[in-house]
């Protein structure tokens, strides 16, 4: 395999989206901006009686709403059966009404979602990434086929975040994102302290290796069995709706889209079920209105310079490493130019300061009360680390919209000082070596060191990793890199999480073990781990010929990935090398893996 022709990827033909016939920018009516620029392709005159006659029928009230309202469609990722998206519906009703009162037409639609905490370990989050392009594909349906002239979404858990702004640069027409909001942190009698969806996953290492237990050290009971321990845990991590409390993926993608001045100031913070939330679905009527009557577009907000505000927070908070893949999908999506080589630029310059879950102590909640991001967006923008004069869906800038909120309180203890971060920089790091020419994403906060040596011992999927560590054949002692592959977007198929692997050894306590893998880590994952590692396993990539007993080198100093393997040595058993066969061939991972390109140019599946 030529690894150079991997640069072939970033340079796809100029994106081309179809051209709908729409009312010129400017229009006026009555002296007003005309806001149905694309609807009236339907509704004016009788060009489209049919569609008028169903309109009619779907509920437009009257003529002159026919021919002059404008049509704005409510995106929900609602769901049943998931925290993040159970309350998503109510939500939307909400903002239809606002919309309502504002004599604009508002049109409720859903998209699918997949659970990640739900189908973490199983074959199930095998359908999790591709969720983003199924959600984008749905609400760029929708809009353009529709002629919606405006889009609001409201996504919840992980993937949604993405594909909702995916959808948003494809369509281009004006458009907002509101967060469904952050759960509420749960609580464990029996442990004592406060608890999340990553407990379940750590407890699950500790009730392996006969190590979960009560405190033994503030005097209280320590009379309970490992098995009322995780059914306490269980039954009280998730405290209702809301998406995954810490500094994961969801809040992750939240707080960057925020800090792009796509979503109302504060909507990333602002808790699921607190009347503030309520609020923000209200405002967001005005907010759209804005949009439409000021001609501001997704493609005007998603800039280098937005991008890099996105980049400039997470690296802020300690968000996970599944940002820089939908990072450089939007921005792709876009027609942005970002790399991964950005995401180190601003990895090298941006000090970790949040001491927020999965590595710290404190949730997106606790955030909330403190002030919110706006608030820690407020240091940031002092310092002349995020740009303040990006414009946003509010059609001021963001200083402009975080300038009433408050600046963090003196006493509070969850956002550092910038002269006293955490880590000087960022904790999102990336590697490349022989083990990964085309780049790999490692989580290093600090905590864990930034440099491991250790033995090689390889697992072609996540299950057998998951056995062996049920088996408790994992052991403390020599050091290890547990090398898990045929993982990645086409291998997996569908780059799946490692959370249930990863979190198992925190629990269990193996400080002597990272992870390095070709599939995703989730955004509760901590320790010393590395994923998206490029070229996949499946496609002939050198992470399929490493063997168990090599020596393999993860350097957040020099940014490394590399195995203690000769070069002609590797390229002898690449010769050796035969593609596995085929996991699925039918449906819809067997479209994905046809179409998907690879981690460090976002995998995306429209990079013709």
């Known amino acids: 395999m030529d690894f150079s022709n991997l640069d072939k990827q ?51 009230p009257s003529r002159d709403a026919m021919k002059n309202s404008p049509h704005v469609g409510i995106a929900s990722v609602w769901w049943e059966g998931n925290p993040c998206n159970m309350h998503l519906l109510d939500l939307a009703k909400i903002v239809k009404d606002a919309v309502t009162k504002q004599d604009m037409l508002a049109w409720q639609y859903n998209t699918i979602g997949v659970s990640d905490a739900i189908t973490m370990g199983g074959e199930g989050m095998r359908f999790s990434l591709q969720s983003r392009e199924i959600i984008a594909d749905s609400i760029e349906t929708v809009t353009c086929a529709q002629h919606h002239d405006a889009c609001i979404t409201i996504p919840g858990c992980d993937k949604n975040m993405p594909g909702c702004i995916m959808a948003m640069a494809r369509h281009n027409r004006p458009s907002l994102m509101i967060y469904g909001g952050t759960i509420a ?14 407990t379940c996953y750590e407890a699950s290492g500790a009730y392996i290796y006969n190590s979960l237990k009560q405190p033994s050290d503030d005097g209280g009971d320590t009379s309970k069995t490992k098995d009322e321990i995780m059914d ?51 405002k967001a009527a005005d907010a759209i209105r804005i949009c439409m009557e000021k001609g501001i577009r997704p493609r005007d907000l998603l800039t280098k310079r937005s991008f890099e505000n996105a980049m400039v927070i997470t690296m802020a908070l300690g968000g996970s490493t599944n940002g820089v893949v939908h990072f450089l999908a939007m921005a792709a999506t876009a027609g942005v130019p970002l790399t991964i080589d950005d995401i180190q630029r601003v990895s090298n310059k941006i000090p970790f300061i949040a001491d927020l879950a999965p ?49 963090l309180p003196q006493d509070q203890v969850l956002i550092r000082p910038l002269s006293n971060p955490i880590k000087s920089t960022g904790h999102l790091q990336i590697l490349r070596g022989n083990l990964a020419p085309g780049g790999a994403v490692a989580k290093i906060t600090g905590k864990e060191g930034t440099k491991f040596t250790g033995k090689a011992k390889v697992f072609d999927k ?80 050198p992470i399929a010929v490493v063997r168990d007993g090599d020596t ?32 699925v061939t039918r449906g819809v991972l067997a479209k994905y893996v046809h179409l998907v390109g690879d981690a460090s140019h976002g995998a995306l599946t429209d990079m013709f």
């Open 359 to 407: 590595s710290g102590r404190y949730y997106m909640a606790d955030l909330y009360e403190v002030g919110g991001v706006p608030s820690v967006q407020k240091l940031l923008v002092a310092a002349g680390l995020l740009d303040g004069d990006i414009p946003t869906v509010t059609g001021k800038t963001l200083a402009q919209n975080i300038e009433p909120f408050p600046s």
């Open 185 to 198: 942190v749960g609580y464990s009698k029996l442990l004592r302290k406060p608890i999340n969806i990553s």
């Open 10 to 60: 970033s340079q796809p033909e100029e994106p081309r989206f179809l051209d709908f016939p729409h009312l010129p920018d400017g229009a006026t009516r009555d002296g007003k901006p005309v806001l149905n620029k694309y609807s009236s392709t339907l509704t004016k005159n009788h060009d489209f009686p049919g569609a008028q006659a169903m309109l009619y029928a779907a509920g437009v």
């Open 232 to 282: 306490d845990i269980e039954q009280h991590a998730c405290k209702g709706a809301g998406a995954c409390g810490g500094m994961y993926t969801a809040n992750t993608m939240a707080t960057a889209i925020e800090s792009m001045g796509l979503s109302l100031p504060g909507s990333s913070s602002t808790p699921a079920t607190v009347p503030a939330k309520m609020r923000e679905c209200a």
């Open 552 to 583: 393999v080198t993860i350097d957040a100093e020099t940014n490394e990935l590399s195995m203690d393997v000769r070069d002609e040595e590797i390229r002898e058993r690449l010769a050796q090398w035969t593609a596995p066969r085929k996991t």
């Open 462 to 541: 996540e299950a057998q990793l998951d056995a062996a560590l049920n088996k408790g054949e994992i052991k403390q002692g020599e050091s290890l890199v547990l090398i898990v592959r045929y993982e990645g977007p086409k291998g997996g198929p569908g780059m799946p999480e490692q959370l249930k692997a990863s979190a198992a050894l925190m629990g269990a306590k193996l400080t002597n073990v990272a992870l390095v893998t070709d599939g995703r880590y989730s955004g509760a994952s901590h320790g010393f781990i590395v994923g998206h590692v490029v070229p996949e396993a499946a496609v002939g990539g």
